[in-house]
Structure formats: C-alpha cells, structure tokens
C-alpha cells in the first residue's frame, strides 16, 4: 500500500537488462508535497531508468510506483494525468511552431482557452520566448527547445514535476528562471523530484537528496542529514568512492 501522504512513493523498484543486468536495483524513496529531491549519481548510475519508469515510459516488474497513491502500473492515465516529465534531451515536433505544439500538449491534457493563454504567455514571457513562438520548432536552438518542454511542462500545473537533467543547455538566466519557478510550485504543494550531476545546484535548491551507485541508492535522506556541514560534493565522492 502507497503512503497517502506522499507524492511519489517509489517501493523496491528494479529494473533488469538482458540476463543479469541490474539498472536499478531494489530502490526505495519518498517525495512528499513540497519537496524538491535531487537524484544525483555518475552516468550510467540509473538515475534515467528510475526516471523513465515514474512517468510510465519504461515498464518494470519488481517493486512498486505510487504516484499521490495511485499505481503507475493499475492506474497509469490517472498517473500521467497529475505529472509532467521533462527528458534530458526533449523530443519535440520540429513541423509545427512553438505554439501550435504547446496548443496540442494544453489539449492533450484538457486545458481551457482562457486558462492556457494565460499559462503559455506567463512561462513564455518568463523564459523570453515569446516572441519565437510563431517560429517552426526546427529553427529553435538547444537552449529554446528545452525552454519550450519546460513550458510545455508547466502549462497544466502538475502535481508532480520530473525532470532528468533540467539545467542542460539552459542559459545562466533561464536555469535561475526555472529555479525561481520551482520554488513557487513547491510552496503552492507541487512536488518535484529531478537528477543532475550539478551537485553546486543540487545543495542550493533541495532540500533532499539520493545518491544512486551502479543502480542502488546507497544515501537519502534530507540536505542536513546528508551532510552534516560538509559539502554535497563531499559525501558523494566519499560515497561512490567506497
């Protein structure tokens, strides 16, 4: 049974590749309401494949994936339906513009005129797109069409925010945008789980973190009990380095 309290409730989840491969390897964490929780670990560590399997993207057969208590597995519309996931490298449709593709993502997820104009251009004006969203995707660089998934992420107020490396190819204004912007979700009751190897950012803007070696979690637990005054890069350096 999921804890009804929390967001996101991840239950001894693995993952297995080919015979003997274990991605991810009897995980286990809770993301409360509020929370912004860092999953930081080297490449390769499963920080993807936790990841993909939350939003529905990769199936799995151990464990189990409570989203504000609802299995990802029985329930998975109702699961997507209250949770927005930003990949680390978005794949968007090049053949249509900024707004057509954030008119059919306001679709897909039932949101009204009204409500969707007001969503788009708050995030657009915020992130200084606004004036590109007549443009076809195709002519957008890196650095906007991670503006634009963000966007697209954001525009039907989730309950859950998961993101795989959100700060890539964002400018220095755009990463401290979206920081400001996660903030503000986790006060209105959003919670937001993210991986990154920027360890600066993850001790800044979390208040918890894991650390994921070779597809367990091998330290969790809130900032201060993590590192007990010494740096985030300490403990993770101390911890895969063991």
Known sequence: MANQTAMLAIKGYSKTYGENKKAADNISLTVERGDIYGFIGHNGAGKSTT?????????????EIYIDGHSVKDE?????????????NPDLYENLTGIQYLDFIADVFGIGAKERQQSIRHYA????????????????????K???????????????????????GLDPKAAYTLKQIMHEMCEKGTAIFFSTHVLDVAEKLCN???IIKQGRIIASGT?????????????FLEGVNE
Request: hydrophobic content about 50%.
């Open 51 to 63: 990841i993909r399997a939350i939003v529905g993207v990769l199936d799995f057969t151990e464990g």
């Open 76 to 88: 998975p519309l109702t699961c997507k339906q209250m949770t927005a996931y930003i990949p680390d």
């Open 125 to 144: 004006e915020r992130f200084e797109i606004i004036d590109s969203l007549g443009d076809l995707i195709s002519a957008y660089s890196h650095g906007m």
């Open 146 to 168: 991670q503006k634009l998934a963000i966007i697209s992420a954001l525009i039907h107020a989730p309950k859950l925010l998961v993101l795989d490396e959100p700060f890539v």
């Open 208 to 210: 918890k973190v894991a």
């Open 223 to 235: 900032m201060e009990e993590l590192t007990h005054g010494a740096s985030l890069e300490a403990v």
